[in-house]
């Protein structure tokens, strides 16, 4: 079930209550936007600025954290290629969330400051990037109920 906005601070609350945040600074967030030429969307940008650098056992082992984000956005490219899918990336694309190298999702920056998010899996039969939330909050509510009802069997991992 997808959470409300309403309910994130609560979610979030819950995840972090039991996984240090490490969060990542507004300068940090300032010099990524410029390396990576884009600004971030709002509701992107809070979250990250609270655990940029991680928090503990949530999503750990993913790509998705500050010293991740340049180096998935070629990632993702090498990825497209080497499975020859035949789409690329849309130029106005973030990827910023990649798992273990095969999976990884990404949302594009015209579509707001809770943009919907979409993902390519290697070897997928689609043959377009699929659309799997109607907005950035929505994914991550579903990674943080996901993780509080596992998270017991994914830390013991």
Request: charged share 25%; aromatic share 18%; glycine share 6%.
């Amino acid at each position: 079930m997808i959470c409300n906005f309403e309910e994130l601070p609560s979610l979030v609350k819950q995840v972090f209550s039991r996984n240090k945040p490490k969060p990542c600074s507004w300068y940090e967030m300032s010099e990524l936007e410029r390396q990576l030429g884009f600004n971030l969307p709002r509701m992107y940008r809070d979250i990250f600025s609270r655990m940029g650098h991680g928090a503990e056992g949530f999503w750990a082992g993913e790509d998705c954290f500050y010293k991740h984000l340049p180096l998935i956005q070629i990632w993702a490219k090498e990825l497209l290629t080497e499975d020859s899918f035949p789409l690329s990336l849309p130029n106005d694309a973030f990827v910023f969330f990649m798992h273990q190298g095969y999976q990884f999702n990404f949302f594009k920056l015209s579509e707001g400051d809770n943009p919907p998010v979409y993902s390519y899996l290697e070897g997928q039969s689609e043959r377009e990037f699929i659309k799997t939330y109607d907005k950035f909050t929505d994914f991550f509510c579903a990674e943080v109920e996901y993780f509080n009802k596992h998270s017991t069997q994914l830390l013991a991992a």
